[in-house]
Nanobody, 124 residues
Framework: QVQLVESGGGLVQAGGSLRLSCAASGLTFSMYVMGWFRQAPGKEREFVAGIRQSGGTTYYAASVKDRFTVSRDNAKNTVYLQMNSLKPEDTAVYYC?????????????????WGQGTQVTVSS
């Protein structure tokens, strides 16, 4: 049974930082592209960042580029999202997802497994 469990969300002031973690089990983690998505109230789920299997290739949404950093530790079956210079518009539920592909996809429908999400709230 595949499980993705996010942690690290919370309430932070604008300009602050948070580090999200996503621990995976039940799959061969090193064979999956990992993605981070977010969904704000009343909005569609959107791609935030992705990382390929080896960790050597990453891709970011324009809205978070240069502020967020995605990384992974295949020995720990964990993917991370370091979020700096947070803005109120970053407020959302953040999800990690796994995709058995060779390229990073921005489409949520391409991902096979999802976590339950973790709330990030940025106050102004």
């Amino acid at each position: 049974q595949v499980q993705l469990v996010e942690s690290g969300g919370g309430l932070v002031q604008a300009g602050g930082s948070l580090r999200l973690s996503c621990a995976a089990s039940g799959l061969t983690f090193s064979m999956y592209v990992m993605g981070w998505f977010r969904q704000a109230p009343g909005k569609e789920r959107e791609f935030v960042a992705g990382i390929r299997q080896s960790g050597g290739t990453t891709y970011y949404a324009a809205s978070v580029k240069d502020r967020f950093t995605v990384s992974r530790d295949n020995a720990k079956n964990t993917v991370y999202l370091q979020m700096n210079s947070l803005k109120p518009e970053d407020t959302a539920v953040y999800y990690c997802a796994a995709n058995a592909a060779v390229v990073i996809s921005k489409l949520s429908t391409n991902y096979d497994y999802w976590g339950q999400g973790t709330q990030v709230t940025v106050s102004s």
